[in-house]
């Protein structure tokens, strides 16, 4: 059988951490799913959001590494508690994860009710588009949509926030 090395996993963060300036956090789906209460199974074929609402640049993309045990963790998602790498970190293959953060407020695009969210890379605003929020209209191209989430409706008031922070890996499959 075919293992792929950690080393590898840390060098394809690596090379997503040097992309940060192209890496957006997209919400969509505003409309109702067939059964509010169970969302659908995301589909590892999607390449795209059901009814993109915004794009919003990163704020944060770094690698970063599992806690050991006993260790406290800088990063919380989920259950799971992450170590953010230093410099001297970026080529130790325990950092083979991406970190990205982005807080999106209702100054952003105003009251909005999502149930997508998506990591994409390589994201092209429109040219002349500088802004860090993006409407779909402001973007040419959407790059590479690396992972997509299904939820119950989110909502963000015209005064709240959501601050979405995204664990990426890479778990290849070999048959």
Known sequence: MTQVTIIAQNYM????????NSIYVGLGKSSAWSDENTPPAESNT????DEPILYKK???????RLTNVGETGGVIVGTDSYVVATTA?????DYRYLYCEVNISGADAGAISYREIGLFSD??????VTKTTLLPADVSSTGT???ISNYKVQ???DTGSVTVGI????????S
Not at 89 to 93: A, E, I, Y
Not at 123 to 128: A, E, H, I, K, R
């Open 13 to 20: 963060a690596r090379l997503l951490v040097q992309k940060a």
């Open 58 to 64: 990163v704020t944060t993309a770094e690698l970063c």
């Open 123 to 128: 994201l092209t605003p429109n040219s002349g």
């Open 155 to 157: 909502n963000i008031t």
């Open 89 to 93: 970190d970026m080529n130790n293959p």
């Open 145 to 147: 949509l690396l992972t």
């Open 167 to 174: 664990i990426y890996s890479f778990k290849p499959i070999v």
């Open 46 to 49: 999607a390449v795209a959001l």
